[in-house]
């Protein structure tokens, strides 16, 4: 292909990682000082870790002040908690933090409100969303928090604790109790557990100083203050990264926050921290108060329940109001007696208190949730209250505190416990309120009556009983106030009652595509309502001030499809052009000049689709389908036309009646009944005669026979050579002649299926079985004249491989030629079988072949009958009739003594090796050589040229009903087939209809391109517009591999980028296009799930035609199957199908490098004991035959005789049935049944503590020298294993990048015979600094060889002399040639001048001389700069048999490696690098050389994870990245081992931590989930695509020829787009609320002056629809260039010319900077600044924006304004949507994640107070708060449908209306506070860059790595682009606003070239 593949330059791996060389400049000055540095190391910064805090910065400050220094050095970087930090798998959360970030300073105001039951909402609402998300997480207390607690001041939040503590035990969920993270405790459960990360604050705790002590004084207070900080260094201790709890948000299905790596663990710090922590801990554990006697207190609350429940009202009580009635009970008895002894007016006070406390019990117990918000008095606003009544509370809290300890230790049976709603301050606060105000006046004498409290009986009773419980004495009521009347402000305020919502005003906009959505959405039972519409008559006239004043017009249309098929032209067209332009300047261009311009771009073409031949050669595609040859003329030819097929619903329908009325009988004769329709025929074989037939036979008999006597000829030619084995006496030389002669010397594989050799050559199987008995016989006659069973030790694994080899041809002989074998045949294979011990498989061999020939036998008897009735017959006949009979007779007794070949008498024992279970050595050692399950017929309807497999044949035949199919099956399995048999149908029945193909990357796309080039050439076409393939991505187009803009629309094959085939699909422009499609493959569609996967959804929502979906690596391929069948059947195509193949083709074994040696790794060595016992095993953890049979012995050797157990030895399982066993007997039945026994132990205890322990110790034992291991030593806990060679002790390290260690490494698998490899890195730095270590490593060695030392100097330089003289010799041979050849060419010529004869002169002219024909001989170079094989890892075979080809492609590469000398060095080596900054020719040349067999090594990035075909043995992973997680793990793996090359894959784990290695083993492949986000710009999109459309259909417009696609069918396909997101939600109507969306979205475009009320687009519609991938900033860019903001802002700039921060680029960067590429920032952000330069440094406020001045106040008021039109927006729509379902169900009663259920109504009872009377239920019905939008949880907080910030929207509302962070689409909100007021810097990145223009300070001042860094380079620059491309039809090119970007623009593309053109001094 060519460079526009690229995604980066190809050297920018060389600077991106610069620290600012003297040489990277842009202006003359930019160089002053940048090698300057402060002192010291950089500081800790994102994933690229700047340096390290030395101990001398921090020695001499305090603990607190260390660990305080060292947090703010940090800029933690945002990640995805599931797939990126492992979530699905176990991970703590810390509880104590989690409480503390959501009660404070969140959205719950705790502090005043006190509502237990709304925090406990909040925090299930955050823990079930991380559970929907598929996390998995165990909640971590802390004691050691009550003293944290005390210390901030705030008790009731340990009071909280305690409760919620007990809620999660009584509801079961995962938690556990430590007494404080420097505890042996907390270190054991870390240990055990191995958590994925620590979810915990980070924020320093908000304890206050002590107003006698300094600031910062107090050492203790300072210690609190950084204990979460504390806990964070503690856990990087373990190597468990921390994620932030205070920054979690939720994007769809991601769980976002941020992150620190273990990789910033402070030794020196985390030291002194648990010196100092430990001693406060244990000093506060020390002065803890006398507890309360546990049982006891279970003994009184089991009697409390039992007298609370018998009492009148029992049955109505809840277990919710058990245990919070008897603390209360408790609490006021006490306080009771305590206020006997009390002054006044404390005494009042505590009976008032008391009363007060039993009166919101009543009321909670009482009323239904959704009855208990109301509005209230600010907590604040009553100062008397929150002096007197909060200080009297405390004791309350203490008592709660008290009980629910000894509930937490100890639970009384019988009793439900549920603390959730412990307390409800805003309703006790509401009750002091009404009682006071009610009843503090000289009217009411100071009492509160009961007739003002207005009781129903029931209620009065349950309060009287409650009262007389507490030890009352008096009467409830009245409630006496005079002793507290003269108290000071004690008046209560007064409060505002919220204004209930009013039903949304939306504009009535009269679209055709606006109604047809509604209509689907109603046909569905979706109704729009809830809202007003507005009928107006004319659009608003407030245009955008730009088109009014600024002289800009609006465009008709913006055709991005067009400007993203732009290609900038090549370096040689440039040229070209150029030249021609001069010419044209000059006087024209004449004829000849156009022709060599023709000529010129022909030749192009041709080294293009050179290259692309020779790309697609080294593929290796084949003949897999039979070659295009189109038949027009063919009765399916019209099949595949637009108008015939796909078909539209309606017809479909119509169909199906036609079907019905057809299959009715009565139907046949009802007038105007459609006949029955013909089904066709199948070709039927023509009848033929007897005779025929007979002659027929004879002649296929004759012919047969041939072939056999043929056969019988090569046989005899064979036989010399298979006798040769017999005399064989050396074991590695049996071994290879043996291979040689039956698979070839040529093989790939040492698979004997088929015989490769022999059935290359003999086509008759009775002659090529007799040949495989030779061989056989000659190799036990080799090994019997070697007596190899007695031969030593070091023999054993050579005979054992040799044994296996005889093992599987007798296996192949047997399933090859078991119909051809006679006795004689198979007596030979018995024996063979039983001289190595393989008894039963003997036995089973002989019953196949019985059963075979005995069925041979009756097939033959049959023909016998059927002669006997043929009476017509000649006496030829006749006689042969006669020898029939006495040949059946002869058969019958055959029969009778077919038991005779049944070797009963074991022959002599060759080798003893086997053992007594055969079958345990096949599980051992024929593993890889186990039959697979395969198609063993060829297609019955031929239409691939393979044998499929049932499963693959299943897609065929879904394929040929077009249907559409989700395909999930394991990497080399077979998959990609089929997409590529939807193209051959497409092909072969049209030269209209279009195939697309799907690919996730640019070099997926430039090898799919290849292989349908090299698969489907064949096809021609009558039309010279035609193509076969073609392919479109960004800025890159091409048709058969070679480049022409926009030809890619005329190919009928066309493979793209998801984004390009969502602009295709929705593009007006292309809707005839979209109008052909006819298949869409999408490769890899896992996809969807990633981060940019809403691409994906577009176009799987908008496809119109069937499709296929790809992928390895789907978890929940029935919920994806799912939704793409709804989304289906909304566009009325078939049913989506599911295909699920499990089975790889190759296992694959893994392995740990480890001290210098492969060391096997066991699966279950990867297992821990307690996640196992809670979630089982993976899912997907597949064990090898070996794996196995290990686990068996081991096992074993612990459980001793258990029956369970000894039921799975090999020998019993399968010796009573199986012979050979095959891949599927060992890989289902087996294994399946001994994970269950497996998992049986674990939970009976069998295997569980110690003996699971020492079973995993065992495991890691490497077999072969088992007896040389030391096992660690063992103890109780699992992770007690100590020793170097522990497995489980293993850490991460960096020595896998020196070159010494990667050569030992490479050398090691390469005498293991496990290369090719792939090394894969996620950093592509390292991988290049990989390749050029290794491959220098092997160019020094090289170098040693000869020059290490002056012997191998001397031996070197006589080498070397010798070379010269040889070459002088050859040189002066071929001189003295040259001379005679001239010679005698001067002779000739004489001759013939002279007259002589011709003849004769020619004769005279001939050379006798061979030496005239020599070639000029080359001058010898230095030895040291060949490549010795010694030092190189190319292969010499493959060099050999691909010479020519290899070299054409080294020369290739030559050029493209020009700039990179030391990877040309290696690729000369056989090692290369792969990552997607290279250019597209570097790619392409590794790849071809890899497929070619050269290179043996490649260090790649993910590159080589999807689909790119580059077959290895082995997979090494190393490096620690937070990419590689477990879907990427699987793709990666999934390349060793591919079908057709390898036996067996390899996996290996260099330098990774046991701890990584355990989650990508042993964890569940994560579920396939959506991201909710519905765009306002698809919307605006879809508008403007179906107004450009009817323009097109109506008046031509568009340059249009008619579009022959139909509303119906745009509007079909485009409709799920907004009714059915690719999202799961257990209790959202999504469908509901997507149609609401768009409804509200269209009121949103018309507000915004983007859509007329009569559905037409207008304004900057063009405009955002242009930069459909920047929202909000198209919307917000577009609202400042319209109202003229932007523009007097950079007007009124004055600008420095020596002050970098005045200049207009800059002050541009810093608005885009507020609302493009936002990068959130964490909270709290780090205050050191430790930068490694003085100069060139970013804005002030870095790495946050800097607010806005004064200057940016109309700058600012744009985005705020923007936000609150945006949160205004998202407010209406949730009201809507929640209104749709006014009455709640029950599930919006209970707890997100614990399910429990508070009340949903009143009981029969009804009320507890007259709502309609006076007294407080007239009260609390004026004051009730009445939502329909929020959750009844977050409505008892007082809040109703105005919500106040982001994070308040996505968790207070109704849990049927799903809201996360992708529904705002704000710019700069902030998350807590209100978004209308305020707006949140963000990351400074882009501001930063344009002051410093110095792309790697991103990664030291921003924390961004240096792939993100240039990603977001490129994207601004696109971003500036699109804005140009747009702008240049909206206005002139001499616009200021223009110019300005044009400046923009130019500054980016500079920084953009200093980055790709520095280079590395190292590497030079």
């Known amino acids: 292909m060519a460079d526009e593949f690229d995604d980066m330059p190809d050297d920018l791996d060389d600077n991106i990682g610069s620290d600012g060389d003297g040489d990277d400049k842009i202006d003359d000055d930019d160089d002053d000082d940048d090698e300057e540095e402060d002192e010291g190391d950089g500081p800790l910064l994102g994933k690229t870790k700047i340096g390290h805090l030395s101990q001398k910065e921090v020695e001499e400050k305090s603990v607190s002040d260390q660990i305080a220094y060292w947090h703010d050095t940090l800029l933690p970087i945002e990640v995805d908690l599931i797939t990126e930090l492992d979530g699905q798998n176990l991970f703590f959360i810390h509880a104590e933090s989690l409480i503390y970030d959501t009660a404070i300073g969140g959205t719950i105001d705790f502090d005043s409100d006190m509502q237990f039951l709304r925090l406990t909402f909040a925090i299930e609402q955050a823990l079930s969303r991380i559970k929907g998300a598929s996390g998995t997480f165990r909640l971590v207390f802390f004691d050691c928090c009550k003293s944290l607690f005390s210390a901030m ?39 055990q557990w191995r958590p994925a990360f620590m979810l915990q604050s980070n924020r320093p705790a908000e304890v206050p100083e002590d107003e006698e002590e300094e600031v910062g004084g107090d050492e203790e207070t300072q210690l609190w203050k950084a204990c979460f900080q504390s806990l964070s260094m503690r856990c990087l201790r373990f190597e468990t990264p921390i994620a932030q709890q ?83 009970v408790r609490f006021a008895k006490a306080t009771l007696a305590q206020a006997e002894t009390a002054d006044e007016p404390g005494a009042s006070l505590m009976r008032l208190l008391v009363k007060v406390l039993l009166l919101h019990e009543l009321l909670l117990r009482l009323l239904p949730l959704n009855k208990r918000g109301v509005y209230t008095y600010a907590f604040e606003d009553w100062m008397w209250y929150a002096d007197s009544v909060m200080s009297g509370l405390d004791n309350y809290f203490s008592t709660c505190s008290q009980v629910l300890t000894c509930l937490c230790s100890e639970t009384p049976e019988g009793v439900a416990l549920e603390p959730s709603d412990l307390f409800d301050g805003r309703t006790y606060r509401y009750l002091f309120h009404f009682i006071f105000d009610k009843g503090l006046s000289k009217k009411t004498q100071f009492e509160f009556t009961q007739e003002k409290f207005d009781l129903e009986e029931f209620a009065q009773k349950d309060l009287d009983a409650l009262w007389e419980m507490a030890g009352g004495k008096d009467d409830f009521f009245p409630i006496d106030l005079k002793a507290l009347s003269s108290m000071p402000d004690i008046k209560p305020p007064n409060f505002e009652r919220g204004a209930a919502r009013k039903e949304p005003q939306l504009v009535s906009v009269q679209s055709d595509f606006i109604q047809g959505l509604e209509q689907q959405a109603a046909e569905s039972g979706i109704e729009l309502k809830h809202m007003q519409l507005l009928e107006v008559e004319e659009d608003p006239s407030d245009e955008p001030e730009v088109f009014t004043t600024g002289g800009w017009r609006v465009p008709p249309y913006l055709d991005s499809l067009a400007l993203q098929e732009h290609m900038e032209m090549s370096g040689a067209e440039q040229k070209m052009i150029a030249k021609f332009q001069a010419k044209t300047w000059n006087g024209g261009i004449n004829e000849r000049d156009a022709a060599y311009l023709h000529k010129f771009r022909m030749k192009q073409k041709q080294l293009m689709l050179r290259k692309l031949q020779s790309y697609a050669d080294s593929l290796g595609a084949g003949n897999l389908f039979n070659p295009i040859i189109p038949d027009r003329k063919s009765e399916h030819w019209d099949d595949w036309k637009p108008e015939k097929w796909p078909k539209t619903g309606q017809q479909q329908e119509s169909d199906k009646e036609d079907e019905e009325e057809a299959a009715d009988p009565k139907a046949k004769g009802k007038k105007g009944a459609p006949a029955p329709k013909k089904k066709p025929e199948a070709n039927k074989a023509p009848k033929v005669s007897a005779k025929m037939k007979e002659l027929q036979e004879k002649n296929a008999a004759e012919k047969e026979q041939a072939q056999i006597d043929k056969d019988t000829n090569k046989l005899k030619i064979w036989e010399p050579k298979i006798e040769e084995l017999a005399t064989c006496n050396k074991l590695a030389k049996l071994e290879k002649d043996l291979l040689d002669t039956v698979l070839g010397l040529q093989r790939v594989t040492e698979s004997f299926v088929g015989f490769p050799a022999i059935g290359a050559v003999f086509e008759t199987p009775v002659v090529a079985s007799k040949l495989v008995l030779k061989a056989i016989k000659s190799v036990l006659k080799a090994m019997k004249s070697m007596s190899v069973d007695q031969m030593g030790p070091e023999h054993q694994p050579a005979i054992r491989k040799l044994v296996c080899y005889v093992f599987c041809m007798v296996q192949e002989a047997m399933n090859s030629y078991k119909k051809f074998l006679d006795g004689k045949g198979i007596k030979l294979l018995q024996e063979t079988l039983l001289a190595f011990n393989f008894k039963r498989t003997s036995q089973v061999m002989f019953a196949t072949w019985k059963e075979v020939q005995v069925s041979l036998q009756e097939d033959g008897k049959k023909d016998d009958k059927k002669d006997k009735k043929d009476k017509k017959d000649k006496k030829e006949k006749d006689k042969k009739d006669k020898k029939d009979k006495k040949d059946s007779k002869e058969g019958k007794e055959d029969d009778d003594d077919l038991d005779s070949y049944l070797v009963t008498k074991a022959p002599e024992l060759l080798w003893n090796g086997v053992g007594e279970d055969e079958f345990a050595f096949q599980l051992k050692f024929l593993g890889p050589h186990m039959a697979r399950s395969v198609g063993n017929a060829p297609d019955p309807l031929k239409r691939v040229l393979f044998k499929p497999d049932k499963w693959q044949r299943d897609l065929l035949d879904i394929v040929d009903a077009r249907r559409s199919a989700v395909i999930s099956a394991p990497t080399a399995s077979g998959k990609t087939f089929i997409g590529y048999y939807c193209m051959e149908q497409v092909l072969r029945y049209s030269d209209d209809g279009i195939c697309v193909y799907v690919a996730p990357s640019k070099a997926l796309v430039n090898q799919v391109s290849a292989e349908i080039y090299a698969r489907f050439n064949s096809k021609t076409y009558e039309r010279t517009t035609n193509s076969l393939n073609g392919v479109f991505i960004k800025e890159f187009n091409t048709v058969g591999g070679f480049r022409e803009q926009g030809g890619w629309k005329d190919c009928q094959i066309a493979i793209m980028e998801p984004r390009m085939l969502e602009l295709a699909l929705l593009s007006p422009s292309m809707q005839n296009w979209v109008h052909r499609l006819r298949w869409i493959i999408f490769d890899e569609v896992h996809c969807i799930g990633d981060q940019e996967g809403t691409v994906w959804e577009h176009c799987i929502q908008a496809c119109p035609c069937p499709f296929l979906a790809l992928s390895a690596t789907i978890a929940n391929p029935s919920d994806f199957q799912g939704w793409l069948q709804r989304v289906s059947k909304a566009k009325a195509l078939k049913n989506v199908e599911l295909i699920v193949h499990s089975e790889r083709w190759n296992d694959l074994y893994k392995y740990v490098y480890r001290s210098g040696a492969l060391r096997p790794l066991h699966p279950f060595c990867c297992l821990t004991e307690d996640i196992v016992k809670k979630n089982g095993l993976p899912m997907d953890l597949t064990l090898t035959p070996v794996d196995l049979a290990r686990l068996f012995e081991e096992v074993k050797a612990i459980v001793g005789d258990e029956p369970r157990w000894e039921a799975l030895r090999p020998s019993v399982y399968f010796g009573k049935t199986h012979g050979f ?68 002790n293993m850490e991460r390290g960096t020595g896998y990048q020196n070159g010494k260690k990667l050569l030992s490494v490479c050398r090691d698998l390469d005498k293991a015979n496990c290369l090719p490899a792939i090394i894969f890195n996620f950093d592509r730095i390292e991988c290049v600094r990989m390749c050029t270590n290794l491959a220098t490593e092997l160019k020094d060695l090289q170098f040693d060889k000869y020059y290490g030392d002056e012997e191998k100097q001397k031996k070197t330089k006589q080498l070397m002399e010798k070379r010269w003289a040889d070459y002088e010799a050859a040189k002066k041979r071929y001189d003295n040639a040259q001379k005679a050849k001239e010679s005698k060419n001067q002779e000739a010529k004489a001759s013939r001048k002279a007259g002589e004869d011709k003849k004769g002169g020619d004769k005279s002219a001939k050379s006798t001389n061979v030496d005239e024909y020599l070639e000029h001989p080359a001058e010898p170079g230095d030895i040291a700069d060949e490549i010795d094989e010694e030092f190189s890892f190319h292969s010499p075979q493959a060099y050999g048999r691909n010479y020519t080809y290899i070299s054409d492609i080294m020369e290739d590469a030559k050029k493209a490696f020009a700039k990179a000398p030391a990877l040309y060095e290696g690729l000369r080596r056989g090692v290369a690098v792969h990552h997607e900054a290279m250019g597209a020719e570097m790619r392409k040349c590794v790849e071809m050389l890899f497929r070619a067999g050269f290179l043996k090594v490649v260090f790649a990035t993910h590159t080589l994870a999807l689909g790119i075909n580059m077959p290895c043995r082995t997979t090494v992973f190393c490096g620690h990245h937070l990419e590689l997680n477990g879907v990427i793990f699987r793709q990666m793996s999934g390349r060793a081992g591919r079908r057709g090359f390898d036996l067996l894959g390899q996996v290996v784990f260099l330098d990774m931590s046991f701890r990584k290695i355990t989650a990508l083993l042993a964890s569940d492949c994560p579920p396939l989930l959506g991201q909710f986000s519905l765009s306002s710009t698809l919307l605006l999109r879809s508008l403007l695509n179906w107004e450009v459309v009817r323009l097109m259909r109506d008046y031509g417009f568009h340059q249009s020829k008619g579009v022959h696609r139909s509303n119906a069918d745009i509007l079909r396909s485009q409709g799920p787009l907004f009714r059915f997101p690719f999202f799961q939600s257990s209790s959202a109507d999504l469908e509901t609320q997507a149609v609401f969306h768009s409804r509200f979205l269209v009121n949103f475009l018309y507000q915004e002056c983007l859509v007329a009320r009569d559905g037409g687009t207008k304004g900057f519609a063009n405009f955002i629809c242009h930069l459909q991938e920047f929202e909000p900033a198209n919307f917000v860019l577009a609202k400042m260039l319209g109202n003229k903001s932007l523009e007097r802002y950079l ?66 008021g744009e985005i705020l304004g923007w936000n609150s039109e945006v949160f205004s927006h998202v407010q209406e729509l949730t009201w809507s949507t929640a209104s749709c379902r006014k009455k709640m169900h029950e599930n919006e009663f209970a707890l997100p994640l614990t399910g429990k259920v508070f009340k949903t109504e009143f009981d029969e009872r009804q009320g507890p107070i007259d709502m309609e009377g006076g007294g407080l239920g007239k009260n609390l019905k004026k004051n009730q708060v009445r939502s329909r939008a929020r959750s009844p949880f977050a409505t008892i907080s007082g809040s109703d449908d105005k919500f106040s910030s982001l994070q308040d929207l996505a968790t207070s509302a109704r849990s049927l209306v799903h809201m996360d962070m992708n529904s705002f689409f704000t710019t700069a909100a902030p998350i807590y506070n209100n978004p209308e007021e305020e707006a949140q810097p963000t990351n400074s990145w882009l501001l930063d860059l344009m002051l410093h223009r110095n792309l790697p300070f991103l990664t030291e001042d921003n924390g961004i790595t240096p792939p993100a860094a240039f990603k977001l380079l490129e994207q601004t620059r696109e971003f500036v682009e699109k804005v140009l491309e747009a702008l240049q039809l909206y206005t002139s090119d001499s616009d200021y606003i223009v110019e300005r970007f044009k400046d923009f623009k130019k500054e980016l593309d500079i920084i953009r070239e200093k980055a790709i053109s520095k280079k590395d001094k190292k590497k030079k």
């Open 153 to 191: 001041q705030r008790d009731v939040l340990w009071t909280y604790r305690q409760a919620f503590l007990l809620h999660c035990k009584t509801s079961g969920v995962d938690c556990v109790v430590l007494p404080h993270w420097y505890s042996q405790e907390f270190e054991d459960h870390m240990k």
């Open 1221 to 1288: 066993l095959t891949k599927r007997d060992v890989q289902t039945a087996y294994q399946k049944d001994m994970k269950k026994v497996f998992m049986d132990f674990l939970y009976e205890g069998i295997l569980s503590g110690q003996k699971l322990v020492q079973l995993k110790n065992s495991l890691q034992m490497d077999p072969d020298h088992k007896a040389e291991f030391k096992p660690p030593a063992r103890t109780d806990t699992e992770e007690a294993a100590e020793g170097e060679d522990s497995l489980l």
């Open 246 to 328: 205070r920054d979690l948000i939720f994007r769809g299905n991601r769980v976002m926050t941020f992150s620190v790596d273990p990789e910033f663990h402070v030794p020196f710090i985390d030291n002194n921290a648990c010196a100092k922590y430990k001693l406060l801990f244990e000093a506060e554990d020390e002065e803890e108060e006398e507890a309360l006697d546990a049982s006891t207190v279970c003994k009184e609350l089991k009697e409390f329940a039992d007298k609370l429940k018998s009492g009148p009202g029992g049955e109505y009580i809840d277990d919710i109001a058990i245990l919070r009635s008897f603390i209360t």
């Open 1691 to 1756: 007007e009124s700039q004055k600008v420095v010319v020596d002050n970098r921060s005045t200049h207009l680029t800059v002050r541009l960067a810093g608005v885009l900077a507020w609302f493009f590429q936002q990068q959130r920032l964490p909270e709290p952000l780090p205050t050191s600044k430790r930068r490694t330069r003085r100069s060139r440094l970013p804005c002030p406020t870095s790495p946050a924006l800097p607010d806005f001045d004064d200057s940016m106040d109309e700058i600012k």
